[in-house]
Each structure stands twice: as structure tokens, then as C-alpha cells.
């Protein structure tokens, strides 16, 4: 399989900071997306961005796929945004999604 | 409503049992995943079915067993041979490969599974 590397692996924030979540895969893949997976465990799909940029209200992702990485933006976070932020991309004609092992953020009021 | 339905959301199991979680999808998506997360961790495949009665081992298929009879059922069993079934389990559903939209993966809320 591959590799998905995630950092920082945990990250505090201060209501109303801004941060930068990376994903880093050891080969190419298809189908990157983000989720968030909240307090009680559900994973709520955030990207689906094989490439290029994407904006949804304080959310940004982007991805340049020949360098093998994305990154999550999060502008102005709340409180709301705590939770786990993971990663994932498709192996090319495997149909196997492999996920990193997540970016923990809490962020304080 | 459309989406991945689990059962239960909590299950005790003693040592030695076989135990059965339900996965039913109303998404029309041929390719369905089982997935264990164990805490503070990612997520880790136990097997994935691309379409009807036909499913491949993840990377952690020992100890597991599933059938896929129906597109829209996943059934995981958690058997004997698992020494270590304490876990969250999240099964998923998606297109699969091809689809001219992108293959998108979506969940459903998890079952934990703990072992007394």
C-alpha cells in the first residue's frame, strides 16, 4: 500500500486563528478528499479535490497532485471546527482508499 | 433519506463469540469498505467489494469474514480468530472506479465493538 502522512499530528488554536493541515502521499493517487470527524465519530465528507483549489465559506483545500500533497485551510476557526481532520486518496484501478492518521484540533473559545 | 445505515451503534461481545454488524446502503453504490479505527488512530481496511458477490481482503482481514449477496448489504463478522476486535468500526460506500463524477467515499456513523 501507500503512505499517507499527516501534519502536525496535533494542533491548538485559539478561536479565530487561522491554520494549515497537510497531507503527504508516498505515491500517486486518485480521488483525494478531507473529511472531519466529530466528537461522536461520524466522518463528514469536507473535499473531494483530486486537484487543484477548492473554497467552501472558511474552508479551503488544495491539491497538486505531480507533488503528491494537499492542504487544508481553516480561516477564522471556532470552536465547532474541534475534531479530527483526516486525509484520503484511491489507488489508481485498486478501489482501495487509504486514509493518514489524522490532525487532532481543538480550538479554545 | 440516502445514506449508509450501521447497527448496532454499541455491541458487546464476550470471548469467544462471533459477532454480525450490519451495513445497508441506499446510494446506489456498487463498491462498499470496512474500515477499523482504534483510538487516537487513522483508519484501517478490512475489506472492500467492488460490486456484487465479490469482495477483496484490506490490510487487516484476519479475524473477519463479510459476503455481499445484495448491492445495498455489507455484513462484517467479527469472529474467534479476531484477538483484538475492541475497536470502532465504520463501513462506507461509494461509485466505485470510473464514474465520470469522481469516486467519492462516504460513511456511516460507526459501530463500537467491545469485547467483555
Known amino acids: 500500500g501507500i503512505q499517507v502522512e499527516q501534519s502536525p499530528p496535533d494542533l491548538i488554536l485559539q478561536e479565530g486563528a487561522n491554520s494549515t493541515l497537510r497531507c503527504n502521499f508516498s505515491?500517486?493517487?486518485?480521488?483525494l478528499q478531507w473529511f472531519h470527524q466529530n466528537p461522536w465519530g461520524q466522518l463528514i465528507n469536507l473535499f473531494y479535490i483530486p486537484s487543484g483549489t477548492k473554497q467552501n465559506g472558511r474552508l479551503s483545500a488544495t491539491t497538486v497532485a505531480t507533488e503528491r500533497y494537499s492542504l487544508l485551510y481553516i480561516s477564522s476557526s471556532q470552536t465547532t471546527d474541534s475534531g479530527v481532520y483526516f486525509c484520503?486518496?484511491?489507488?489508481?484501478?485498486?478501489?482501495?482508499?487509504?486514509f493518514g492518521s489524522g490532525t487532532k484540533l481543538n480550538v479554545k473559545p | 433519506d440516502g445514506g449508509i445505515t450501521q447497527s448496532p451503534k454499541y455491541l458487546f461481545r464476550k470471548e469467544g463469540q462471533n459477532v454480525t454488524l450490519s451495513c445497508e446502503q441506499n446510494?446506489?453504490?456498487?463498491?462498499m469498505y470496512w474500515y477499523r479505527q482504534d483510538p487516537g488512530q487513522g483508519l484501517r481496511l478490512i475489506y472492500y467489494s467492488q460490486i456484487v458477490n465479490d469482495f477483496q481482503k484490506g490490510d487487516i482481514a484476519e479475524g473477519y469474514s463479510v459476503s455481499r449477496e445484495k448491492k445495498e448489504s455489507f455484513p462484517l463478522t467479527v469472529t474467534s480468530a479476531q484477538k483484538n476486535p475492541t475497536a470502532f468500526y465504520l463501513c462506507?460506500?461509494?461509485?466505485?472506479?470510473?464514474?465520470?463524477?469522481?469516486?467519492?467515499?462516504?460513511f456511516g456513523e460507526g459501530s463500537w465493538l467491545t469485547v467483555v
Open positions: 462506507a460506500s461509494s461509485y466505485g472506479q470510473g464514474y465520470a463524477a469522481g469516486n467519492t467515499i462516504y
Open positions: 484520503a486518496g484511491e489507488i489508481y484501478n485498486f478501489n482501495k482508499f487509504y
Open positions: 505515491d500517486s493517487v486518485n480521488n
Open positions: 446510494l446506489n453504490h456498487d463498491a
